[in-house]
């Protein structure tokens, strides 16, 4: 009879339900792991830099922080609070600028104790005769040793001496143009076969054979030459010459910018009073640190550079200071982790940075679809550094809470700003504006 009632309880289905079960909690715990362990935002921004479109719910993800400019840091006032009223005052300030930055952001930038020399390792005439091509070994110099980069320049075969534009590439040297005479970069990693298919693969995005068209010689390096962008193996090149550990990626970049205009303030061909440093993203951001940081740059442009960029971090949009930190530690100072979700708490803005570049030129473009840099929120930081450039007695864009319309450019003598349509990259239509404004507001300034 016992046994009979027992029979009765179990239910053959019970195993096959219980397996099920099983594997939904096991299915639930690794999606509740991945959620915590991955930047989710990241994915999100993955896709955006990717072109894949964005469903409504998933933009309201990316763009749908506070946006709470409260605590913004003011450009015009001192380290005691009193308002700044001449350019000498704004000199000390700036110099407070830089050292914030320094301790909070982007870590220390060296200033001495290194050599850079430079060779002319190939050299030749390029597009049809309309361009000399130069490839430049730069060699950085430390007691540690020495680690060299590869610059690529072109210059318009005109005789005379050209501006230029120079920016660090992430594709490597042989990606920027279709030209089989162009070296491999030292530390770009990939084969025989790779590396020809990749040739000119990112000659959109350098725009050389209409920049030389127009007059303007265009200087590139690949950027893992000064540090390669791994968590874990970006300490190797030239950052790796230098003891200091809070010197991270965005510095070294910036600092292999600086290198670079080392050799082209030497070259008979170069106009060294008219040097426009320009950065896609990342590399935006290492731009604009470069161009606050050395006054050889006449111009910066930030193209698309978001977070830690030209985009305000109190924004609290599309990528944020805790999500960058979690995906790319090496990027910057270790303390610049502790604002994640406590930027309020940031002795400094992006704004503050962007007024660093004043009185020298400073160019901001953004892109449309690319919500993760927060197209809006570097347009506030435009606008929110205009002071420096006004105190310089220079004309500033008219204030405005709105970003100007779609491929419609907004200039003045002291800046720039055009949000492009389409995605997060740097492309043609963004070079028309750049040339057009340097042929307008640069060349002769
Ligand atoms: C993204 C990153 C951005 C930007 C971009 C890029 O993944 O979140 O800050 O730097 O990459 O460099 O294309």
Request: charged residues 25%; proline residues 4%.
């Amino acid at each position: 009879m016992k046994e009979e009632r027992t029979k009765r309880r179990f239910r053959w289905y019970w195993i096959p339900l219980g397996l099920i079960g099983l594997i939904l909690l096991l299915i639930g715990g690794l999606i509740a792991f991945l959620h915590s362990m991955l930047p989710w935002q990241n994915l999100l921004a993955a896709t955006s830099n990717m072109k894949v479109e964005l469903s409504e719910k998933q933009k309201a993800y990316v763009t749908g922080g506070e946006r709470d400019y409260s605590t913004l840091p003011e450009v015009l006032a001192a380290e005691d609070g009193t308002v700044i009223t001449d350019t000498q005052q704004f000199e000390a300030r700036r110099e407070q600028i830089l050292e914030l930055f320094e301790e909070n952001v982007y870590g220390p930038l060296p200033k001495d104790g290194f050599e850079t020399s430079f060779e002319v390792v190939e050299e030749g005439e390029a597009l049809d005769g309309a361009a000399i091509r130069k490839q430049i070994r730069i060699t950085v110099s430390t007691g540690k040793g020495s680690s060299d980069a590869l610059m690529l320049l072109y210059l318009p075969n005109t005789g005379t001496p050209s501006p230029v534009v120079i920016g660090l590439n992430t594709g490597g040297n042989h990606a920027a143009l279709d030209d089989g005479n162009i070296l491999v970069s030292y530390s770009y990693d990939a084969d025989d076969e790779k590396i020809q298919e990749e040739r000119g693969g990112r000659a959109y995005r350098w725009n050389i054979r209409d920049s030389i068209a127009r007059g303007y010689a265009v200087a590139t390096i690949y950027s893992g030459d000064f540090a390669p962008d791994n968590r874990d193996a970006y300490g190797t090149r030239v950052i790796s010459l230098f003891d200091e550990e809070e010197f991270k990626a965005v510095g070294a970049w910036a600092f292999g910018l600086m290198r670079g205009i080392d050799y082209l303030v030497t070259d008979e061909g170069i106009d060294a009073a008219h040097i426009a440093a320009v950065g896609h993203s990342r590399l935006g951001k290492a731009a604009i640190w470069a161009g606050v940081n050395d006054t050889r740059i006449g111009m910066v442009i930030s193209n698309d550079s978001g977070n830690s960029g030209a985009s305000l971090s109190r924004g609290n949009r599309g990528e944020t200071v805790c999500s960058i930190n979690k995906v790319f530690p090496h990027w910057f100072c270790s303390k610049y982790a502790q604002y994640g979700k406590n930027e309020n708490e940031l002795p400094v803005d992006q704004n503050l940075l962007l007024a660093a570049v004043a009185p020298r030129l400073l160019y901001v473009a953004s892109a449309e679809d690319d919500l993760w840099a927060d197209p809006q929120g570097a347009w506030n930081g435009l606008m929110a550094a205009k002071d420096a450039f006004a105190l310089y007695g220079l004309p500033v864009l008219p204030d405005s809470e709105e970003q100007p319309p779609v491929d419609t450019p907004l200039w003045c003598e002291s800046m720039g700003y055009h949000v492009r349509s389409g995605w997060h990259d740097m492309e043609a239509a963004d070079w028309e504006f750049y040339l057009t404004y340097m042929d307008t507001y640069f060349r002769d300034r």
